[in-house]
Nanobody, 119 residues
Framework: QVQLVESGGALVQPGGSLRLSCAGS????????MTWYRQAPGKQRELVAV????????NYADSVKGRFTISRDNAKNTVYLQMNSLKPEDSAVYYCNARSVGGALIGSWGQGTQVTVSS
């Protein structure tokens, strides 16, 4: 059974930083690309960042380029999202998921982790 557990969300002031973590289990973590999504109230869930299975390639939504960094530690079955220069519009629930070669997401959406950027 695929399990993905996100953590690290918090209330932070504009301009601040956070690092989110996502621990995966129940699947061959190192064989899958990993993704971070976010969903703000009243908005659709959007893709924020993706990293390939070995970590050699990353891609980001335009809204977070230059501010967020996705990374992974396959030995720990964990993917991270380092978020710097946070803005109020980054406030959302953040989720991770694993993506197959064919593009399908293999995990169910969990509880995510809440990030609130506010003064």
């Amino acid at each position: 059974q695929v399990q993905l557990v996100e953590s690290g969300g918090a209330l932070v002031q504009p301009g601040g930083s956070l690092r989110l973590s996502c621990a995966g289990s129940g699947f061959a973590f190192s064989m899958y690309a990993m993704t971070w999504y976010r969903q703000a109230p009243g908005k659709q869930r959007e893709l924020v960042a993706v990293i390939t299975s070995a970590g050699g390639f990353t891609n980001y939504a335009d809204s977070v380029k230059g501010r967020f960094t996705i990374s992974r530690d396959n030995a720990k079955n964990t993917v991270y999202l380092q978020m710097n220069s946070l803005k109020p519009e980054d406030s959302a629930v953040y989720y991770c998921n694993a993506r197959s070669v064919g593009g399908a997401l293999i995990g169910s959406w969990g509880q995510g982790t809440q990030v609130t950027v506010s003064s």
